[in-house]
């Protein structure tokens, strides 16, 4: 038995194990500060939940885990955000960095004895729009990536959104 076309599954599974036990941690701890972290649902790639933290005003990091077609997408931003003021409300224009994991699902990929597993970086770049009378985030994302690791390649994500700020 070949545990090689298993290893990069295994590695997956630790890695966002790990990951959500320290989402779950920063959501705890960061309760008692109102209105930085924001929860909510994103549509296009990937098409999931998503979560942001906001840090020095105009810093965030942000986390997005869906699907697309037949694999699994982790996307860890971070944004640098300038605002804009629109009437009441405000509009970010935000530019970041981060990194991408995938598992893949793919018969292609299996018959050829290859994993389905890749992780790359990405370059998000967009707009929010922040209402003052709700604790409501509207966002457009486009994000160029490449893969480097596993499936490599370039590719480009859009994406729109909604998050709550609890």
Known sequence: MDIK???PKVIFSIFFSLLTLVCIETLAFSQSSN???GVGFIV???TGITASYVYNKNKEVTVALGLIENHFQLNLDHHWNTKLRIDDDELDVFYGLGLILEEKHNRY???RNQSGFSIGARSPFGVQYIYRTAPIRVFFEIAPTLRFI???GTDVDISIGVRYFL
């Open 5 to 7: 076309p298993r290893l």
């Open 35 to 37: 209105e930085n972290l």
């Open 44 to 46: 296009g790639d990937p």
């Open 109 to 111: 990929a299996e018959k």
């Open 150 to 152: 596993g499936h490599s």
